[in-house]
DNA sequence: TAGTGGTCTAGACCACTAT
DNA sequence: TAGTGGTCTAGACCACTAA
């Protein structure tokens, strides 16, 4: 009938009708075959666009049972997690950073737990101070374990982030993340140059290759960050 | 060479490769052909394959380019937006929800200027405590679009919450959504039953119906509330 | 067991872009 | 302009699952 063209024509159409409401959330809409042959295209082209709109969370599919209209559309949002001195950059302005400080210790339980380490394990620590335009911009402490490292900690810790030398050289498998939000502690504030108990944004990240821990670590970002995306 | 089955397979084969550091980051590897070749499968079943490497951020392609492995990889997260009931209930706790006020005025301009409002449109304002367990655990502050409802707001709000009531009922074309963090006034501290001052943790999103606004919410997450995900 | 989506194939043409 | 990825096709078989 009508004559979309390509998979992201189909696509549309589809989203197209369930925004018109002629498909109704949890109603099951036509077969690939039916859509294909509607559409006067290979099913392969419908299966495609019908895939994307499942990955977005917009239709649930499932073998045999059809395809259907999502009952609670808009439930997945892909985030881009920004990489620190591309983000700073990327406003126009000049990337630095500062080691507060760097020691090897027994981490915290909480750390422990994140990483899932045997008891008594002994980390790297490090505590970054990231700045933009020569402000404080971000608060970085990391836990690292160094037994994964091809040549150990670089040597210069004072030209290249560690963040991105970490990305560049070590590989992974595995890993989680998650935002959050908490109060500064005075020890944030004054490094970040804002009140105590100020609400800062949160991100964590765990990483492991295979079962071996590689670094867990946690990114305050002061007042007035977002992290934002369309859908 | 090897014998890996199936698009998944060759996803899981070429991620280990990069793993190993066979393929090192900003490095080119073979080409859609020659893998297939390889793996001894279509081109088509490679192209699979890559592309969701790509989506997920652990490749970048172009075309005559070639493919590349990301120099800053794991730059890509999905979160599962939760829908507030079924967030609480699978928790395993009793969903309530209490309307707080609810009126119809003109929204200050923070929020016009995110619904891109014109001058002087008024616009309902619902603000809501949901509950779990009986216990306050999410503040919602809504402005909506009355023009856009089929048959203006619900008549009895007490029995449907607003959010499900929302995604149900209206169309949606296009949105954002961000996260961020905020002190708690006094007033959420009071409804929240928490401390003034305390991180919540914010979530805002924006819905249109083409160019027509329909909805603008923010969400205050009292302390303790966490949103993650797996890479 | 039958219906539906998931995937694969072999080949083809097109779109983009480095050179 | 030539190389590479992006997509489409027509058909096939398989995997899952509702009835």
């Known amino acids: 009938m009508s ?13 197209d009708r369930i925004h018109r409401r002629d498909w109704l959330p949890g109603a099951i809409i036509p077969t690939e075959e039916k859509l294909a042959a509607e559409f006067g295209c290979a099913r ?18 499932r073998r045999k049972a059809g395809t259907r209209v999502a009952t609670h559309p808009v439930r997945k949002a892909t985030l881009d997690i920004p990489v620190i001195r591309l983000e700073i950059e990327g406003r126009g302005q ?4 500062r080691v507060i400080d760097r020691a090897e210790s027994e981490p915290p339980m909480t750390i422990a737990a994140r990483l899932r380490l045997a008891p008594g394990q002994r980390l790297w620590h490090v505590r970054t101070l990231h700045l933009a335009d020569g402000r404080p911009c971000l608060f970085e402490d990391r836990w690292l374990n160094a037994a994964v490292l091809p040549e150990g900690l670089p040597a210069d810790p004072d030209t290249t982030s560690l963040n991105e030398w970490l990305v560049k050289t070590v590989a992974y498998t595995a890993g989680d993340i998650a ?13 970040l140059g804002i009140e105590p108990g100020a609400a800062l944004f949160i991100i964590e990240r765990s990483t492991w ?10 990114l305050a970002h002061p007042p007035g960050y977002r992290l934002s995306t369309e859908m």
Not at 3 to 15: N, T
Not at 44 to 61: H, K, Q, S, Y
Not at 209 to 218: D, E, F, S
């Open 179 to 191: 935002f959050s939000a908490a109060n500064a502690t005075a020890e944030e504030a004054a490094l």
């Open 44 to 61: 392969a082209t419908v299966n495609r666009a019908l895939r994307e709109l499942a990955t977005a969370g917009v239709l649930e599919r």
């Open 209 to 218: 290759l295979g079962a071996v821990p590689i670094t867990a670590v946690r």
């Open 3 to 15: 004559a979309p063209q390509g998979w992201e024509a189909i696509r549309a159409e589809v989203l």
């Open 94 to 97: 000049r990337y630095g950073f």
